[in-house]
């Protein structure tokens, strides 16, 4: 396939990039900092925070999917998922290109947004201390952080095209397994964690995968 990786020197974008490449795929990496790429593909620079349509559309054209792996580096940049995914999405529809999967995180399913003012109040894959005390905890400290990957899965929701969300835990540096779970619309109860490599695992896995197209997919050991 022809795959344009936003994203592509971030923790789960850099393996994003090397599962596409290794599986075969032709690979365009949109990124900040071209210095930072571990592989030598077709390359487009743009700063998200400054999205130049021109650039994202030459991106994105001709592109069979599109994987982002695009979040904020520190609390400082929070409100780049929602604003760069738009720039996205914006030149996806430029160029008529349908597929997009992007990276979220486990608790935005209760999240409220503007898109989905009254979110369930708890995720039925949640278990009692994350309900009741991590949790609430973690909401919290990334109230920012989560309110942005909210807006950014209503952009897409909104977006009228074939997208899916992963929404993982706690990651981890740990190499790919290939063995996690995943469930539509919820968390994985006692999934505490999952790697980089595997979350980037299922983002190739689900283009393969039609029946994942407008869904939030919970992902865990
Ligand atoms: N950490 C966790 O445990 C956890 C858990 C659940 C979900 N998540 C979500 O998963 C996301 C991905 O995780 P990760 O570890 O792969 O994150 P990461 O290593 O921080 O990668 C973020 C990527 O976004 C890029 N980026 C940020 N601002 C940009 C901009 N203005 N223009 C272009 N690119 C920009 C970064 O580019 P540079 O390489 O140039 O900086 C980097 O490639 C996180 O952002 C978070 O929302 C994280």
Redesign the pocket.
Known sequence: MKLTI??????????ALEQAVAAGHEVTA????PK?LSREVRVVT??????DPAALESAVKGADAVLS?????SAS?AG??G??TRAIVQAMKATNVRRIVV????PIGTVPSPGRPNPPKHDPGDGFFVRNLFGPLIKAALRK?FA??ALMEDVLRDSGLDWTVV??????GKPVTGSYRTAYGQNLRRGLFVS?AD?AHLMLRVLRQPETVKQAIGIAY
């Not at 936003?6 to 393996?15: E, H, L, P, V, W």
């Not at 743009?46 to 999205?51: E, I, K």
């Not at 792996?69 to 580096?73: N, S």
């Not at 929404?167 to 981890?172: A, C, E, F, I, V």
């Open positions: 936003f994203a592509a020197t971030g923790g789960i974008g850099r393996q949109v990124v900040r900092n930072k743009a700063d998200l925070a400054a999205p792996g695009l979040g904020p580096r940049e780049i998922a604003q760069g990276v979220s995180a486990a952080h942005d990957l929404r993982p835990p706690r990651l981890t980089r979350v």
